[in-house]
């Protein structure tokens, strides 16, 4: 599974769009894992499936065996009524046997008699309601047509049919659909055959490979499938009625990502066919479902005509991660829900990897390092957790599916992937995949596979990264002697207490020069400290403990050292490390390693960099003081000091796109617009995105396609009542998806009180599908005035949220009081420890919401003060 795209909910839930249910219902999912004594090894489903009622019915044919005598055994239905259930021997004779709703998750079979030893088969007939949350089986109604669609992970097949629905369970599939005669239909494997009926058809598919259920998959409706071609295997775009010329681009772009997959793995695509779907309800950004891979349809359907590099640039980091999971999660998939981080962490590293091989123009690698940081930040607190640890309740399991799985994880198998050698690492994956394939396996089979290829202990290394939680600081100094002196401890933000210490073995890469050439050695970090003999050097001139970078952990080095490799940045490092070197500036100005005025300071020292990745990691930079350190009062001197630190880029990059230039400036300019007209208060670059807003509604394509969205959402910020209602418009009758995103992110820019009130109502009352809803609340709390508006959105509406959004949505609510305020903070609290708005996990979210906004709020009293000075006096004046 992918993360949703970047929208202005993803600020405030770190990774997953994944949000939740009543509290009612929160709890259903439970923490009982299935018995062994009677498992299945094979199931057949049939589902009758009109999208155009509200219920289905279905049944299922489970072939069974039982490994002992018992007298009951539990499988996994929710939500389910279940008309029948017989239990029958191998031979068909019928065994006698009474079923109950054991728990709200599990049907118990118990029989008169134990069952011995042998094969049995199992018989339910059932039916249900379509779910309108997108979990389960749901429908949703688009362009006046039904669809059905499914989500699965992690736990939610069993709200769809009876199953055995965990990981371990790993069974061939047989699906049978019966369907409305002008409906088609898209499962994991291709049509076996089609028995056409009066007014309805029934739809065979053939028989899966073994898959867990949280794989599978279902399309029904008025589909249009577009081929894909150039692959080793068949496939087809899938779309809903009227977009399959939006279709184009997925089709061109999926061939070589898979070629460049099976050329890393050694090996064949492992199914028999690969669909991908576009689903405009859909709460992940995608879905590793095997030969039918789920994506939102704003993420894989684009307009020829307007689409821009940040879409396509998503696309193919999106396709390459599930595609990826293809090998690493369903041909092997893990054996429970412990190994969730790995599963997601494999396959971000190994899709970025692919799209940057595939789609090099998108420097998928610096996106990924700026992302980091945020991992790292996360894992400063002492809120944090392991990112492997024993899971042994699914409530809520998709919080394990946060930043650091995803980027700490991805950080640091690319981190032993270096240490280990690309090939060697390389050898060691193929290995692994070819002994578990078709199976299940745990982390340690991996770390084993690795051990093995490379003649390392790379488990004992790799557990300090995984099996505790934190990042550790590494400080380099030199010696009188010219030798490095090197040694680790817990970073952590600045006043809190240190837990016991803890120790990592970390690879570390060491960049350094005498002044005339840049040298890198390798060492692994293993003891508190280390003196290290630099090859080809006396006395170095200076040194970055993270080359690269390519490791999980900050580093610092003494502060004239700092200044030197920041006054030569460009001829030191390359954009990679300037834009890591930035990260890390963040990092020790929250561990009090340094003041806040040579923060603000320092990052000017980047604002010529000729680089538009730089550029982009030095305005996550200015986010950071304007979140921590802008208050009303310091508005216009924080406006002055971004067009001073953007100014220059702007004019070197320009406000169009220029002839032969860089994709990378293309990806740039529209972040760039935004911060100097929004934060900068540049009346120029509004006047001028006001401009391209009105030239693309008279006549769309006009424009620069990466342009669009900001040119809207600008225009907003100075917009009226007519231009509201225009936009609201315009978002409710898009036809292309992207589009709709665009004017919606757009009525969250609206800056007068009276439009805001009626957005915000709008968010709740307008056609909002359940992953829109937090973007106009969220976009909002970008301008000052409107801090505290998803807070206030949040408590005054929780019961109407809870009714409209996806499950285990509610789980991050406590994330709306994120920010610097201390009283918004206390308030989250108050109303946190009320019963009636407490879900399983939440308490884990306020701990590091409350880490943050203490963190925030300790800053802005430690270096508030300098830092208005520097800005007031160094930048207000001018």
């Not at 689903?279 to 879905?287: D, H, Q, T």
């Not at 120029?684 to 040119?711: E, F, M, N, T």
């Amino acid at each position: 599974m992918r993360p949703a795209p970047a929208i202005a909910v993803s600020a405030l839930f770190a990774v997953v769009l994944v949000l939740g249910l009543p509290t009612s219902t929160a709890l259903a999912s439970g923490s009982g894992r299935l018995g062994r004594d009677v498992l299945p090894t094979y199931e057949r489903l049939k589902l009758n499936l009109d999208a155009r009622k509200e219920a289905y019915s279905g049944s299922a044919h489970v072939d069974l065996r039982a490994l002992t005598s018992v007298d009951s055994f539990q499988f996994h239905s929710e939500g389910l009524t279940i008309r029948s259930l017989t239990l029958r021997t191998a031979k068909g004779a019928v065994v006698p046997s009474s079923h109950a709703q054991a728990a709200p998750t599990e049907v118990t079979v118990r029989t008169h008699t134990p069952l011995k030893p042998g094969l049995y088969t199992l018989d339910v007939e059932f039916t249900n309601s379509f779910s309108n949350r997108a979990q389960g089986i749901y429908r949703m109604e688009t362009g006046g047509e039904s669809y059905c669609f499914t989500q699965f992970e992690s736990d939610d097949a069993r709200k769809a049919f009876p199953c055995w629905d965990e990981p371990s369970f790993k069974i061939p599939y047989q699906l049978t659909l019966v369907l409305p005669k002008t409906h088609k239909s898209v499962s994991n494997t291709p049509i076996v055959r089609t028995i056409p009926g009066k007014v309805s058809k029934t739809v065979v598919f053939r028989k899966t490979k073994p898959v867990p259920s949280y794989i599978l998959a279902i399309a029904t409706g008025p589909l249009e499938l577009v081929p894909i071609t150039g692959m080793s295997i068949p496939g087809n775009v899938v779309t809903v009625k009227g977009k399959a010329a939006l279709a184009k681009k997925a089709a061109e772009m999926a061939p070589p990502i898979l070629a460049a997959l099976e050329r890393y793995f050694g090996r064949p695509y492992p199914y028999e066919k690969l669909d991908v779907i576009a689903v405009p309800e859909f709460w992940p950004g995608a879905m590793e479902n095997a030969g039918a891979v789920t994506f939102r349809d704003d993420v894989l359907l684009v307009d020829p005509k307007t689409v821009g590099m940040s879409q396509l640039s998503t696309l193919s980091v999106y396709m390459a991660h599930e595609f990826a999971h293809q090998w690493f999660g369903d041909l092997v998939t893990m054996t429970w829900w412990d190994d969730l981080w790995l599963n997601e962490a494999f396959a971000e590293w190994m899709g970025n990897k692919i799209s940057d091989e595939v789609c090099p123009e998108y420097n998928q690698r610096v996106k990924d390092l700026r992302e980091t940081q945020r991992a790292m930040t996360t894992d400063s607190r002492l809120s944090t957790r392991a990112i492997r640890r024993p899971v042994s309740a699914l409530d809520n399991l998709l919080q394990a599916a946060d930043d650091l799985a995803y980027k700490k994880g991805q950080t640091v198998l690319g981190m032993f992937e270096q240490w280990l050698g690309p090939e060697t690492f390389r050898a060691g994956v193929i290995a692994y995949l070819k002994e578990h394939e078709w199976g299940n396996a745990v982390g340690s089979d991996l770390w084993d596979a690795l051990s093995k290829a490379s003649g390392k202990d790379a488990s004992a290394a790799m557990s300090t990264f995984l099996d505790q939680e934190g990042v550790p600081l590494v400080t380099a100094s030199v010696l009188p002697d010219g030798r490095v002196k090197l040694s680790q401890k817990r970073f952590l933000s600045y006043g809190i207490a240190p837990p016991p210490e803890k120790l990592w073995q970390i690879p570390i890469v060491l960049n350094y020069s005498d002044g005339s050439q840049v040298r890198t050695q390798h060492v692994l970090l293993a003891e508190p400290e280390m003196t290290v003999d630099l090859e080809g050097v006396k006395t170095p001139a200076w040194i970055i403990p993270n080359g690269g970078p390519a490791g999980y952990y900050r580093w610092s080095v003494p502060t004239d050292m700092m200044n030197r490799i920041a006054e030569n940045a460009g001829t030191v490092m390359n954009p990679v490390e300037r834009v890591g070197y930035l990260g890390n500036l963040t990092a020790l100005l929250d561990a009090g390693l340094l003041r806040g005025n040579e923060y603000v300071r320092l990052l000017s020292r980047f604002s010529d960099d000729p680089s538009p990745e730089v550029i982009l990691g030095l305005m996550d930079n200015l986010t950071v003081v304007r979140r921590v350190f802008v208050t009303p009062e310091l508005a216009d001197p924080y406006a002055a000091y971004v067009r001073r630190n953007l100014g220059p880029a702007l004019a070197r990059f320009g406000l169009a796109r220029r002839e032969g230039e860089g994709d990378g400036v293309s990806l740039l300019r529209p972040a760039l617009i935004r911060a100097v007209a929004e934060d900068g208060k540049d009346s120029r670059v509004l006047a001028y995105a006001d401009s391209l807003a009105k030239q693309h509604i008279a006549s769309p394509g006009s424009v620069d396609p990466s342009l669009i969205g900001v040119a809207l959402e600008m225009s907003a910020l100075r917009g009226d009542e007519a231009m509201f209602q225009d936009y609201k418009k315009r978002f409710e009758q898009a036809e292309i998806p992207a589009e709709r995103g665009r004017y919606l992110a757009a009525l969250g820019k609206f800056r007068d009180p009276k439009i805001v009130d009626e957005a915000i109502r709008y968010s709740l009352t307008g056609p909002l599908r359940p992953q829109e809803l937090f973007e106009i609340p969220t976009s909002l709390a970008t301008a000052l005035e409107y801090d505290d508006v998803p807070y206030k959105w949040m408590s005054e509406n929780f019961g109407t949220i809870a009714s409209k959004v996806p499950p285990m949505f509610l789980v991050y609510m406590p994330l709306m009081a994120g920010g610097c305020s201390l009283p918004r903070l206390e308030a989250a609290k108050k109303f946190f420890s009320d019963p009636a708005h407490v879900v399983p996990g939440s308490e884990k979210e306020l701990a590091k919401v409350s880490d943050s906004v203490t963190d925030c709020a300790g800053l802005r009293q430690r270096e508030g003060t300098v830092v208005a000075a520097y800005l007031t006096q160094q930048v207000g004046s001018r």
